[in-house]
């Protein structure tokens, strides 16, 4: 099944796609965001608040979303407890993992720090960027609305999303930037995804970094599952020690330390959100027993399956 078809599973009968293609879907229509079950994203979000506001759990984090505000979300994101206000309004595009990389291709390091490493979902941009990107979505609709079905409309409207999300995309690196001028802890923050291997020759940064991008989207398979960094390395043609080397370099922490978080967060998931049972989980996970799940989960929660599924 395609990341598209997978990704309006997620949508209720009555809320209008405005556009769908193999990779691009818009929305706009609050009820997506009303629902009271929890959904979980199959594809890259981008959603612009232009009025009101909305209060959620991103992956478990108490989040909000207000005007002038955007919030991005990787594959894989868990959207639980939401509550809007009366008055909130939004607009939506989301994007698979291939349309996104070819979008921003170098400028893919911008997306993964912000999301991946600094886990931030929401940023406060300026009125004028608002204004900004609002526009190009009014561009969008009139696009399709007006060409019908010429044969060049998937073109038209790809080039114009590339144009709002590398717009958005240098939003995020000014405002990086103003912080590591003002800001020391920052600025520490950012230097060992950005800077801090600026020295190294472009090529061999440029390959570390489509490395640990192509490792990130294979985290957000849905599920990622229980796999060792062996299995990861196989699967990109290289060595479980220069994978390791090339997370410590680009996000600062290693392979199993990525591959775990992923996957507490599917464990999370499936004990709280479906209603498989545990020896369910356990194999959609690819623990090898109960057994050995339960003591997984009991030694990086704190408790056990049926707690965890309870809490």
């Known amino acids: 099944m395609s990341k598209i078809a997978e990704a309006q599973q997620d949508f209720k009968a009555d809320v209008q796609v405005g556009y769908f293609d193999d990779d691009i879907i818009m929305i706009d229509n609050v009820k997506l965001f009303s629902e009271p079950s929890a959904t979980r ?45 009366p008055d909130f309004t939004f607009k939506a595009v989301f994007l698979t993992d ?24 929401v940023v406060s941009i300026s009125p004028d960027d608002i204004e900004f990107l609002s526009l190009f979505y009014s561009m969008l609709n009139i696009t399709i609305n007006l060409h019908g079905d010429n044969p060049y409309k998937r073109e038209v409207v790809q080039s114009l999303v590339r144009a709002a999300v590398l717009g958005m995309c240098g939003a995020l690196e000014m405002m ?7 800001d020391e802890g920052a600025t520490a923050e950012v230097q060992p995804t950005a800077e801090g291997y600026a020295g190294r020759r472009g090529e061999h940064r440029n390959s570390s970094q489509g490395i640990f991008q192509r490792f990130l989207s294979m985290l957000n398979r849905e ?3 229980h796999r060792s960094v062996q299995s990861f390395a196989d699967e990109l043609c290289i060595t ?8 410590k370099r680009n996000s ?24 498989l ?23 990086h929660f704190g408790v056990t399956p049926t707690q965890l599924r309870q809490q």
Request: charged share 20%; glycine share 8%; proline share 4%.
């Open 240 to 247: 479980p020690k220069y994978l390791s080397a090339v997370c």
């Open 223 to 225: 599920p990622c599952g």
């Open 41 to 85: 994203m199959q594809m890259n979000v981008i959603a612009i608040c232009e009025k009101g506001r909305v209060q959620l759990e991103v992956n478990g984090e108490p989040t909000t979303l207000g005007a002038n505000q955007v919030m991005m979300c990787p594959p894989g994101t868990l959207f639980t407890n939401m509550l809007l206000s």
């Open 176 to 182: 990086k930037r103003e912080r590591s001028g003002t």
């Open 277 to 299: 049972s545990i020896k369910e989980v356990c194999s959609v996970l690819g623990f090898p027993n109960a057994s050995f799940f339960g003591k997984y989960v009991k030694e």
């Open 98 to 121: 291939r349309i996104l990389h070819g979008f921003l291709r170098e400028k893919m390091n911008i997306w993964t720090e912000m999301l991946y490493i600094n886990r931030q979902h």
């Open 252 to 275: 600062g922490k290693t392979a199993n330390a990525w591959i775990t978080e992923h996957l507490m967060e599917d464990i999370r998931y499936y004990l709280r959100q479906t209603d």
